[in-house]
């Protein structure tokens, strides 16, 4: 048998961070909170309880659309996907099936096919008191604004499709409509994952159901291809599965069998009137995006001379970018580089010392003046040849030691051959180590 090919697709889901539900008055952030004491009757489905849209979580699905190149519905509106479970206590879910708000887009070579607007369930909570196992429902999380965006299949391995992932969660951030900490389960992962002997889309494909970390989706999927591949080898046919993953034996397990769309039975939700959006409502919201990080990134390389490295640590937080651009505009009246800049921030964790650029600014200024009118200020000079001469850096990182009496040369200069040659060199290898 010949080589086969992964084919993944994703589905991705993300809590936004809106004050209220999605259709009700409630708190949505319930994290860690005493378990059913943020609900309703409209967030614990009783008869009688009608929804109303959340505004501003509409808004934030649109945004998060736009950031991906993904075309605005004007016309949208919402659907019941019916299932049971015990989480679920309406036995429906409001969810959006032929009419999301955003479909299309792409990311680089990837594709979106949706990214649509839903309501959360509850949670399940399972307990073992005095050997009894039993489970409890908590129903806070019931309602919360839920986004899904789904891929096309054009995923072909882990790399990729971990890449995309932390993308996905950056932008999330920046656009400050969700936090997507997967460990408090704002974010959750599911992976599509199929094999195919000649690249085609094949007939079937196994879903990998809510995985909450970027590690245990990188396992469940390199376990999930071997599982398939030898089922193929052995000339057997993979079921079209719902699996989930076992982090002690390491590989998936069967679920349930895997639901089409024929199986929830969708149908307009009648409580909710559609959404209707005008082409200046919609241009209105792309213009308010801010700059995203595929932006930054070319920005930095160019205007900052960085090096890709230390543009991904200062982009990974909007918070933080900001600060290093704030701390760059005003070291150029003090005649400080970005890249030393970039370096105090990356490598002396200055900028947590101090949590205005100001401070960090005035903490430099301090040191070559005190330092240079001396013996000369090793630790800056230091920091300002690592942060200049990054070609030497990764040189020493890939085992070419002898690019340190280049940089040891390179700091005397600066230091106008005022520093002790022996401290340079310790100084200068416990930079290059961290």
């Known amino acids: 048998m010949g080589k086969l090919t992964p084919i993944i697709g994703l589905e991705i889901h993300i809590e936004l961070a809106t004050k209220s539900k999605m259709f009700c008055a409630c708190p949505a952030d319930h994290f860690a909170n005493k378990p059913n004491t943020q609900v309703c009757p409209v967030c614990l489905g009783l008869p009688g309880a009608l929804p109303c849209t959340n505004k501003e979580a509409v808004l934030d699905v649109i945004k ?217 409502e919609i241009e209105k919201i792309k213009n308010s995006l801010p700059e995203l990080p595929k932006g930054k990134r070319a920005r930095f390389a160019k205007d900052y001379t960085l090096s890709a490295d230390y543009t991904e640590i200062l982009i990974s937080e909007i918070n933080r970018s900001n600060y290093f651009e704030e701390a760059v505009r005003l070291g150029r009246e003090r005649s400080l580089s970005a890249r030393m800049i970039a370096d105090l921030m990356i490598n002396k964790k200055l900028d947590v010392e101090f949590p205005e650029p100001a401070g960090l600014i005035k903490k430099v200024v301090e040191l070559m003046s005190v330092e240079y009118a001396g013996q000369g200020d090793t630790d800056v000079a230091i920091a300002e040849v690592l942060g200049e001469n990054q070609k030497a850096v990764n040189d020493y990182k890939n085992g070419k030691g002898e690019v340190v009496g280049f940089l040891i040369g390179m700091v005397q200069k600066k230091l106008k051959g005022k520093g002790n040659p022996q401290t340079i060199r310790e100084k200068l290898l416990e930079g290059l180590q961290k």
């Open 64 to 280: 998060f659309g736009l950031s991906f190149g993904s075309k605005v519905n004007r016309f949208s509106k919402f659907d019941r996907k019916h299932y049971f479970y015990p989480d679920l206590p309406k036995s429906y879910q409001i969810s959006q099936y032929d009419l999301p708000l955003c479909v299309g887009g792409n990311f680089e070579d990837k594709r979106i096919r949706r990214v649509h607007l839903e309501e959360d369930t509850g949670k399940l909570v399972h307990e073992t008191v005095d050997g009894q196992k039993s489970s409890l429902i908590d129903f806070n999380r019931s309602s919360v604004p839920l986004m899904e965006m789904v891929t096309e299949p054009d995923f072909r391995d882990t790399e990729s499709t971990l890449s995309f992932l932390k993308e996905v969660q950056l932008i999330a951030r920046y656009l400050k409509i969700s936090n997507a900490d997967m460990e408090k389960g704002s974010m959750r992962l599911e992976a599509n994952v199929s094999l195919s002997p000649d690249g085609s889309l094949p007939d079937y494909k196994v879903e990998l159901k809510n995985i909450n970390s970027f590690r245990f989706l990188e396992k469940a999927i390199k376990a999930e291809i071997s599982r398939q591949e030898e089922i193929l080898s052995k000339g057997g046919k993979v079921e079209p599965e719902t699996r989930g993953y076992d982090e002690i034996k390491q590989t998936t397990y069967l679920q349930r069998s895997k639901e089409e769309a024929k199986d929830y039975r969708y149908f307009p939700e009648p409580d909710l009137p559609p959404i209707r959006l005008t082409d200046d």
